[in-house]
């Protein structure tokens, strides 16, 4: 006799937080390795993420170090909400012992297609009721080395894919 299950799992806002909290740690590491980012700037990005992941919004976000237009250490995810996700890494590890004197911290966030399917109305509802509002700019250049792919954080199948730069990991 053989038997089989199925399981079906929805990705939902519990899923965002889970896999936005694992951002969050890794945050707080660049924060102890390098003073940046602070308590509230993380507690915003968490935020942020949790309702974009939620809705499926988000394509890629990058936090980090820049200097003249190009990354110095950084963090870079890739939101993959396709179901691809098997693995769901520790946090950590972050790029460390990078040069910042001279360099800002900055995040830029690029929106996914379901993002631009909406309507401009339901686009400024969501916008409200993030902490920040971003604004267009350009997103950092990678002068030295390439963005290393080295964890996955994901829950119900979907979630983010971490890529690093910078510092020796």
């Given at each position: 006799?053989?038997?089989?299950?199925t399981t079906t799992?929805?990705?939902?806002?519990?899923?965002?937080?889970?896999?936005?909290?694992?951002?969050?740690?890794?945050?707080?590491?660049?924060?102890?390795?390098?003073?940046?980012?602070?308590?509230?700037?993380?507690?915003?990005?968490?935020?942020?993420?949790?309702?974009?992941?939620?809705?499926?919004?988000?394509?890629?976000?990058?936090?980090?170090?820049?200097?003249?237009?190009?990354?110095?250490?950084?963090?870079?995810?890739?939101?993959?909400?396709?179901?691809?996700?098997?693995?769901?890494?520790?946090?950590?590890?972050?790029?460390?012992?990078?040069?910042?004197?001279?360099?800002?911290?900055?995040?830029?966030?690029?929106?996914?297609?379901?993002?631009?399917?909406?309507?401009?109305?339901?686009?400024?509802?969501?916008?409200?009721?993030?902490?920040?509002?971003?604004?267009?700019?350009?997103?950092?250049?990678?002068?030295?080395?390439?963005?290393?792919?080295?964890?996955?954080?994901?829950?119900?199948?979907?979630?983010?894919?971490?890529?690093?730069?910078?510092?020796?990991?």
């Amino acid at each position: 006799m053989t038997y089989s299950y199925t399981t079906t799992e929805t990705w939902s806002r519990t899923h965002a937080r889970y896999v936005a909290g694992k951002v969050a740690a890794d945050l707080r590491q660049m924060q102890q390795e390098y003073g940046r980012p602070s308590d509230t700037d993380i507690e915003n990005y968490v935020t942020e993420l949790t309702e974009l992941l939620a809705g499926g919004y988000v394509k890629e976000v990058s936090y980090g170090f820049r200097r003249d237009g190009a990354w110095i250490a950084a963090l870079k995810y890739t939101a993959d909400m396709y179901g691809n996700l098997t693995a769901d890494d520790r946090s950590g590890r972050i790029p460390r012992g990078a040069n910042t004197a001279g360099a800002a911290w900055y995040s830029f966030l690029s929106y996914s297609s379901a993002w631009f399917a909406l309507t401009q109305a339901q686009r400024d509802a969501i916008e409200r009721d993030l902490p920040f509002a971003r604004s267009s700019g350009a997103e950092p250049i990678v002068l030295t080395g390439s963005w290393a792919l080295d964890k996955s954080y994901s829950a119900a199948g979907c979630g983010l894919r971490r890529a690093t730069i910078g510092g020796a990991v």
